[in-house]
T-cell receptor, first 113, second 115 residues
Framework: GQQLNQSPQSMFIQEGEDVSMNCTSS?????WLWYKQDPGEGPVLLIA?????ELTSNGRLTAQFGITRKDSFLNISASIPSDVGIYFC?????????????FGTGTLLAVQP | GAVVSQHPSRVICKSGTSVKIECRSL??????MFWYRQFPKKSLMLMAT?????????EQGVEKDKFLINHASLTLSTLTVTSAHPEDSSFYIC???????????FGPGTRLTVL
């Protein structure tokens, strides 16, 4: 099935560092979502983006919806150990009357205390 | 609010047996439920979408006779993996949306191991 490409695949950083990851697609999406998944858990929504060019923040997290509607990035500032996990972007596509999520390949973040 | 649970959280079964996984919306009525499969270190892949009271819509490449989905009520959907084989071992995650929003709320997942 279709997937969105995320980079980098993994990141190993020191506590306090800023992090940036991005997500690209060959298709246009009208909504982009960013999720975090802890080991053995389901994903949790972090930020939702609804408009091309939109920049949205949620605490230390900031995400932008690319102008072309084919990409998005997520920044985490001043990382802390609990930021560890896998970060997924997702594009929202329409299938009939239902919105379906197309997930990215994921970025694994490890934070060294 | 918007809590989704799954049961069991982990299951180990012998090859050839069938396994049922439940997905419940605890504090809202789920008009649509989704089932995903996630292999280790991989992304979530949508398997099927189910609306209460109607047949599930399966994604391309997902065998509907092997992965039986029932969405009999507005708070419960079940996924039955029939005649399970080791290659069906995976992390199965459900999500649900209510009538007031398109946001999908995810369950905690079920780890299936087929021996």
């Amino acid at each position: 099935g279709q997937q969105l490409n995320q980079s980098p695949q993994s990141m190993f950083i020191q506590e306090g560092e800023d992090v940036s990851m991005n997500c690209t697609s060959s298709s246009i999406f009208n909504t982009w979502l960013w999720y975090k998944q802890d080991p053995g858990e389901g994903p949790v929504l972090l930020i939702a983006l609804y408009k091309a060019g939109e920049l949205t923040s949620n605490g230390r997290l900031t995400a932008q919806f690319g102008i072309t509607r084919k990409d998005s990035f997520l920044n985490i500032s001043a990382s802390i150990p609990s930021d560890v996990g896998i970060y997924f972007c997702a594009g929202v596509g329409r299938s009939g009357a239902t919105n379906k999520l197309i997930f990215g390949t994921g970025t694994l973040l490890a934070v060294q205390p | 609010g918007a809590v989704v649970s799954q049961h069991p959280s982990r299951v180990i079964c012998k090859s050839g047996t069938s396994v049922k996984i439940e997905c419940r919306s605890l504090d809202f009525q789920a008009t649509t439920m989704f089932w995903y499969r996630q292999f280790p270190k991989k992304s979530l892949m949508l398997m099927a979408t189910s609306n209460e009271g109607s047949k599930a819509t399966y994604e391309q490449g997902v065998e509907k006779d092997k992965f039986l989905i029932n969405h009999a009520s507005l708070t419960l959907s079940t996924l039955t993996v029939t005649s399970a084989h080791p290659e069906d071992s995976s992390f199965y995650i459900c999500s649900a949306t209510g009538s007031s929003s398109d946001e999908q709320f995810f369950g905690p997942g079920t780890r299936l191991t087929v021996l």
